[in-house]
């Protein structure tokens, strides 16, 4: 009886605990976004004109920002507006350095023509003979790959290797090509396997 019961037990979990996780961060990211409706004027939220509060109008909100501002700044007037922005931005102490840096991470990881991520790879680390998987963010260039070839000419690549079970936390490291295998798996099957811790095996 005590063998049924545990088993039971654990089998609940399995189907409860991932259905729980995923409504309470859905729930969390409705909550954050519906905030956005605090922008709007009084009269021109939902809850006042409706009567009663219904989630989701935030999230409408943001996806209606997102691609107004997408659609204007796609055109030659909106990439003008918005280099006149980065260069006005450029000339200010302090926020230069915080803007610039963010503009480049992000310019890497949502630009339809950037290459973060876009390799899963095989690499020793942290010491010889313990594999861990990886993700191409680039190749070093300038003063740090010649720093790194010491005058032989060697290609590297810049490879995240994150944490587990948190891929958002890791370590950047520069490693020979030669050093690096490719897999075939692709990348969100990679980040499953990592933030399994293993469990979830690619196919």
């Known amino acids: 009886m005590m063998t049924s019961l545990r088993k039971w037990f654990f089998a609940g979990l399995l189907v409860l605990v991932p259905l729980a996780i995923t409504i309470w961060l859905l729930e969390w990211a409705i909550s954050s976004l519906d905030k956005t409706l605090l922008l709007l004027p009084q009269t021109w939220q939902p809850d006042n004109w409706l009567g009663v509060h219904i ?41 230069r350095s915080i803007y610039s840096s963010v503009k480049q991470v992000s310019d890497t990881l949502f630009s339809e023509n950037g290459n973060a991520f876009r390799q899963a790879v095989l690499v020793e680390w942290p010491r010889q ?75």
């Open 129 to 203: 003979g313990v594999w861990t998987i990886g993700f191409v963010t680039g190749v070093p260039s300038g003063d740090v790959l010649h720093s790194l070839q010491h005058g032989i000419t060697e290609d590297y690549l810049s490879v995240y290797v994150p944490t587990t079970p948190n891929p958002t936390s890791g370590y950047m490291m520069m490693f020979k090509k030669s050093d690096c295998q490719a897999l075939s798996m692709s990348v969100d099957e990679a980040l499953k396997y990592v933030v399994s811790m293993g469990v979830v095996s690619p196919t």
């Open 55 to 95: 989630p989701g109008f935030g999230v409408i909100l943001t996806l209606v920002v997102l691609l107004s501002v997408g659609a204007l700044v796609s055109n030659f007037l909106g990439k003008r507006i918005i280099g006149w922005w980065d260069a006005l931005l450029g000339r200010i102490p302090v926020v």
